[in-house]
């Protein structure tokens, strides 16, 4: 221990929960924070390193690549995010001669390095509050629909405006339902390479088993580089270009980091719900999850049932009853953490003390009425709540389905002008449909699409009477059981021409009117069920207008209370949380310490997949202890490490770096019992999961040795002095 | 904290390895010990308080019931123990009206405590220690078998002697295989009272489910009284009787015990094999085991299909699943817990290390000789190993079979006099025996039976050819697959009556000739399979010969070897145990706490068996942390606790007591990563489980209120002073 013990055991206090720190802050509440504090906390670096008034600094090293964050740590554009952020790149260059997903990639020289197609790298590059314009466009008298389309429009406006600038990506995000409008002006650089990747077996060690838990021992990380045009511009990948140079990165922090250490995390969180009322978020927790754990609970059920009985039928479907299995899981995860973290409670709690507050202050009158009405749209939704559930999650079975609602769809969409158009269907995105289109072929497997339909169409046939959808019924005729609908359904399929890869390339290209002269059946019902997906939209849509009036006269309150900074919900923009490194207790009588080492992937070590680390890791395990990466607290290298830190989705591949803006290691997961952070902070099980950044100097020294060099270079890192040979005498 | 931070920090590194203490200690070995290093550990008594040389002391308070140990608590012959080593007193007086199964059951008066039938109370009497009586009664040039034989007898004669004075209950303990004997002469109390059971849903709460893991929520103990004669003698229930007055018992401490507190557990540990050298432990490991845990795992299969087709059934099966599933998972653990504790690879080194000291000694050339011999036993006993694996465990099988069996064996021994009959079937067992064939009628499943007599039957005839069974292959016929060997099991029990109850009751006062005139088939086979049993036991008793000749010669050495006191294998007969309350990790990532708290059973709840505690104890658990038995860190008041005790089977029910030799908790299970135990102490992972005595106060006292106040005040604890009623308002 490096500290005396007093102090030690002080600090332990103080990290017990004093500590623990909600918020997904917005590069600039960095500022509004009181720099004291923050100091305090553990951040050694002025406030104004991370970010200034203008928009620039450290935090701008926090990338995006996809759904996912990474983060530069080499003045070459050098990137580290998740093994699983990278996944596509060795995908699309292993053959079964060259299978870098088995055996993982590294380039020795920057030559070496292979070209992600489709992969982008996004970084800020201007955000600019645009609250006043976008109010502005909303006609006076306009009703909540209204309101929504003009928002909407104006929002679609700006982007295109944007993005006229080449290689710039744009987006308008709304900050708490609308409180805030930024334009968040990004530049997009496509040609984006993969440098490092870990075998799987590291890379994914644990795989679905260890997904959402803890203890983990996987090596979930890559190395990436960015390049820009020789003039140092974005550009298409090319043989002329060069590494980008970042104005910032995070320099390799190769001592680490310790228990109670302090940690940032940069990302690009997806979404939460913690400025939702208790309403919505009753809703949420008493609806919405608990039917969705159902439903696709027996989707699964019927895939993996026929997975089982063919190896074909298995690949086919694996990552939809993934996907599938994820949110499933998530559900009861959900419902499971809102119970625990007694989140509802604390809403109602919280609700009602600012409504008691407000109620005595004149000027909060409108908010009080905001949170009245915004109830009572919340209760008036719930009278066709069944089907529009039904509705909305139709696509997530069948394929069939899904594959014609898209088609359906997209011929309504494209007769319209770009600005007009659902944003999916808009022109930027018609290579990606066409491309998923393409690509579900290999996603079918006929029994099991037929045995999903007809499973869609039951819940349909069961819904009450006043809620049936006239196309389903007429579809029916009359069939309320699943023996009944089954012939139906089958017949549905075996006349339509959708799961036909050709014809449906054919259909891409049609218009509705060529489409409908068709008479497939399969289309004929998606048109009709598109006509209730409209209608369903042009619903929501209501409530999201009434929401963009009603959340931000609520949420002002809501602060006005508060007397400090809130972090505003997640909403994909650039977030700094300030954490911990720190175990949790899962349940009475066990504790999770927060760090875990090599020698636990050994002991975890199965030799069957998803436990089957390489044989040169193994090999080297043992020696892992001597070497220069391993804690001297632990006694072994660290792999993977527990912190408070707020994050949620699209925070895979984070950077997380110390006090001094150092990288000592990459987010990739939660716990599973801090699942329903979403909608609360429960400081008690609140952890994300990072690898340790020496795992990965050990694992690529380890398991590359002089081959690494040069990329461990690049990172500050140099080879260690040679050791005398043949010191240690073989065991018998 | 009490202690200062420095001084807590260091008593952490103490405890954290340096301390672990492995020993089940004869109560004369304390005497051996250093009191010096005893006042260390944390005893504050001397020594002599526990044990004498004329064989007295606190120690004696651990006494034996049936299978399972228990500890006087007061003067008055008030006892604790586990409750499922009372549970056969609360099944005599349960019936549907009154079911004390389900609630529990406390005698507010000493006139309402209930007696057990069968239920004996047995207390160390006086040890002798009889080496040289033993040893001088194998005749000069006797063989092995001889040896053996000469020893059996020699110990049931002294046996027979000690119990000539009324109540006493003998019995000739070898020590190590043969290095002691000691004749326990211990006190029989056949009146032994229930006082105080909790319901089932807090005794076992957590069940299976739980068994053998941490962490637990069980309130897994009973209150019983032991009663005398008026004359203070054993004597039988009677109305006259008055409670036994012990000469020691263990005051209640109401202040339990702390993390890193030292801890004694005392009691009856039935039987280890740490002594055994590495080719014996080598044949569990690496055949027994996995073996075992095979064939059960094959018959709990076969039941539990049939149990879930029919409710009779289950419960008819239940106790004979349980009894298999316990020993399946008990063979899996070990098998994993001496992977685990590198307990083979440690056996190997420390051989190869006392081989190579013994070599240089020429006194110590006996030793070595003894151990070689004894590994060349081990390897010739490999032949035929299949067969005799499954002769031994055919019992447990095929209930009709084992009856059979029995019957064939019991028909034999009592034609002979006593003090030559097998010792389970000496006049002393049987009415034990009688009983026994009684109670299996419910047991009973006849189309279960088919498919186990199958079973074992397919197992016989998939035997090596060399290895098979004569009786089995007649009545075979040949047949070798399962198809075939099913109608001859179905005609065996078809024309069998050993499985009509009136039937048995008159085969068991059968003579043999008696009972081979029946022509049963089923005895027939019994007779036949007797006969092998028979030579397989002569076989193993030739070996054990070998043994008790062999063992002591090495385990000499072995003690030599070590220069200080070596506790010797558990037999059955009082051991103490020193030990420190201590948490562990079961893995990396995952740190056990060695305290859970009454918070913990109510998160644990679900409300479905074996998770659903009393709604009393549900509605009292929110004033538990403010009760006088929480503990002040926890904040909570605890349930159960870890020690690293070195305990096993038998220690049930001990008393845990601090240094002071007061009662801190009853001892009832191991962790399951300690199971191996049995082989070899590995400090990581040793850890057994005890209820805190502070659990039983608070459930006594906030279940029963003051119906319990007598008891308590038996134990010393008066009631609290009333608290101002009225003073908290009711929650909203």
Same mark, same amino acid.
């Given at each position: ?11 332990l206090?103080a990290?017990?929960g ?5 918020g997904?802050w ?23 390193k991370?970010w200034?008034?203008?928009?620039a600094? &450290?935090l701008e ?5 996809d ?5 530069f740590?080499s003045a070459?554009?050098?990137m580290?995010?998740?093994h ?5 790149i060795?995908q699309?260059h ?9 055996h993982?990639?590294?380039a020795?020289?920057?030559a070496e ?7 982008r790298?996004?970084?800020p590059h201007?955000?600019?509050?645009v609250?006043?314009?976008v ?8 009703d ?5 389309r003009a928002?909407?429009r ?6 295109a ?12 995000a ?7 409008y ?5 530049l ?7 440098v490092y990747?870990?075998?799987?077996a ?10 959402w838990?803890?203890?983990?021992h ?9 390049y820009?045009g020789?003039?140092?511009k974005p550009?298409p990948k ?7 140079r ?6 390799v922090?190769?001592r680490?980091i ?11 969180p997806?979404l939460?719900f913690r400025?939702y009322?208790?309403a919505?978020m009753?809703e ?10 159902e439903l696709y609970?027996a989707?699964i059920d ?5 997975s089982?009985r063919?190896d074909?039928?298995?690949?086919a479907?694996a990552?939809?009853i993934?996907?599938?299995a994820n949110n499933e899981k998530?559900?009861?995860g959900?419902?499971?953490?809102i119970?625990?973290?007694k ?7 919280s609700e009602?003390?600012?409504l008691?507050?407000?109620?005595k ?5 409108e908010?009080v009425?905001?949170?009245d ?5 919340i209760?008036e939704?719930?009278a ?12 997530s079975?069948?394929?069939p389905l899904?594959l ?11 007769a319209?002008?770009?600005?007009e158009?659902?944003?999916?269907y808009?022109?930027?995105?018609r ?9 579900d ?10 045995a999903l339909?007809?499973?869609?169409l039951?819940?349909f046939?069961?819904l ?10 007429s579809?029916?005729?009359g ?13 549905l399929?075996a006349h ?6 050709a014809?449906?390339k054919?259909?891409?290209?049609e218009?509705?009117?060529q489409?409908?002269?068709?008479h497939?059946p399969? &289309?004929d ?5 598109d006509?209730?997906l ?8 209501r ?8 959340r931000?006269?609520w949420?002002?309150a809501?602060?006005?209370h508060?007397?400090?900074p809130?972090a505003?919900d ?8 300030f954490a911990r490194?720190r175990? *949790? ?10 760090q875990t ?10 030799g069957e ?9 193994l090999a080297?395990?043992p020696k ?7 804690d001297?607290?632990?006694k072994?290298v660290?792999?993977?490490f527990?912190a ?13 770096v110390?006090?001094?803006g150092?990288?000592?290691?990459v ?10 952070n979403d909608?609360g902070y429960?400081p008690d099980v609140a952890?994300?999961?990072s690898v340790?950044?020496? *795992? ?5 020294e ?17 080879p260690?002095?040679?050791?005398s040979?043949?010191a240690s005498?073989?065991e018998r």
């Amino acid at each position: 221990m490096k500290l005396p013990a007093i102090a030690f055991t002080l600090g332990l206090l103080a990290a017990s929960g004093a500590f623990a720190v909600e918020g997904k802050w917005t590069p600039e509440q960095v500022l509004e924070h009181d720099p004291q504090w923050l100091r305090k906390l553990g951040l050694e670096i002025p406030p104004q390193k991370l970010w200034t008034k203008d928009g620039a600094g &450290l935090l701008e090293a926090a990338v995006r690549i996809d759904g996912c964050s990474a983060g530069f740590i080499s003045a070459q554009g050098l990137m580290i995010t998740n093994h699983h952020c990278a996944f596509s790149i060795l995908q699309q260059h292993s053959t079964p001669e060259r299978d870098l997903i088995t055996h993982g990639f590294l380039a020795r020289t920057p030559a070496e390095e292979l070209p992600g197609s489709g992969v982008r790298a996004t970084l800020p590059h201007r955000l600019t509050d645009v609250t006043r314009e976008v109010e502005a466009a909303v006609p006076a008298g306009a009703d909540d629909l209204a309101r929504f389309r003009a928002i909407e429009r104006k929002q679609k406006e700006m982007v295109a405006e944007c993005e006229k600038a080449e290689h710039h990506r744009c987006q308008v995000a709304a900050f708490d339902g609308g409180l805030r409008y930024v334009l968040v002006d990004s530049l997009e650089l496509p040609d984006v390479r993969l440098v490092y990747a870990p075998p799987r077996a590291v890379g994914d060690y644990g795989g679905e088993i260890d997904n959402w838990s803890w203890p983990r021992h996987v090596g979930d990380f890559a190395l990436l580089r960015v390049y820009t045009g020789p003039d140092g511009k974005p550009a298409p990948k090319g043989d002329a270009n060069v590494p980008y140079r970042p104005r910032h990165f995070f320099p390799v922090a190769p001592r680490g980091i310790e228990p109670d250490g302090f940690v940032m995390v940069a990302g690009y969180p997806g979404l939460t719900f913690r400025s939702y009322t208790e309403a919505e978020m009753r809703e949420r927790a008493e609806l919405f999850y608990p039917r969705r754990a159902e439903l696709y609970r027996a989707w699964i059920d019927l895939m993996e049932a026929a997975s089982k009985r063919d190896d074909a039928v298995r690949i086919a479907l694996a990552d939809r009853i993934k996907g599938l299995a994820n949110n499933e899981k998530n559900s009861r995860g959900q419902v499971a953490g809102i119970r625990r973290g007694k989140i509802l409670e604390k809403k109602t709690a919280s609700e009602k003390e600012i409504l008691a507050w407000a109620a005595k202050r004149p000027e909060q009158k409108e908010a009080v009425a905001a949170h009245d009405e915004l109830a009572r749209l919340i209760a008036e939704r719930r009278a066709t709540w069944d089907r529009d559930f039904l509705l909305n999650q139709m696509k997530s079975g069948p394929k069939p389905l899904d594959l014609a609602l898209t088609l359906a769809r997209w011929a309504g969409e494209k007769a319209k002008p770009d600005l007009e158009r659902d944003p999916d269907y808009q022109e930027r995105n018609r290579e990606r449909l066409a491309e998923r289109l393409e690509r579900d072929q290999k996603r079918l497997d006929p029994p099991t699409e037929a045995a999903l339909l007809t499973d869609v169409l039951a819940r349909f046939a069961a819904l009450p009477e006043a809620s049936r959808v006239p196309a389903v019924e007429s579809l029916l005729g009359g069939a309320r059981d699943r023996a009944a609908i089954r012939p139906r359904a089958d017949d549905l399929l075996a006349h339509t021409k959708v799961t036909d890869l050709a014809e449906r390339k054919r259909m891409f290209e049609e218009s509705e009117a060529q489409l409908r002269a068709r008479h497939d059946p399969l &289309l004929d019902l998606a048109f009709a069920l598109d006509r209730e997906l409209r209608a369903l939209k042009e619903r929501e849509d209501r409530f999201l207008g009434a929401v963009s009036r009603l959340r931000p006269r609520w949420q002002r309150a809501v602060i006005a209370h508060a007397g400090k900074p809130v972090a505003p919900d997640a909403n994909g923009t650039l977030r700094v949380s300030f954490a911990r490194v720190r175990g *949790y207790a899962p349940r009475d009588g066990v504790w999770m310490t927060p760090q875990t080492t090599v020698g636990g992937v050994v002991e975890k070590n199965t030799g069957e997949e998803p436990f089957a680390a390489p044989a040169e890791l193994l090999a080297a395990a043992p020696k892992a202890p001597a070497s220069r990466w391993a804690d001297p607290k632990l006694k072994d290298v660290p792999v993977d490490f527990l912190a408070d830190a707020d994050t949620t989705g699209g925070n895979s591949g984070s950077p997380v770096v110390n006090g001094r803006g150092e990288l000592v290691g990459v987010n990739f997961d939660r716990v599973w019992e801090n699942v329903a952070n979403d909608f609360g902070y429960n400081p008690d099980v609140a952890r994300n999961i990072s690898v340790d950044v020496r *795992y990965m100097l050990w694992l690529m020294e380890a398991l590359h040795g002089k081959a690494a060099e040069p990329l461990l270079r690049e990172m500050g890192i140099t080879p260690p002095k040679p050791a005398s040979a043949g010191a240690s005498s073989p065991e018998r």
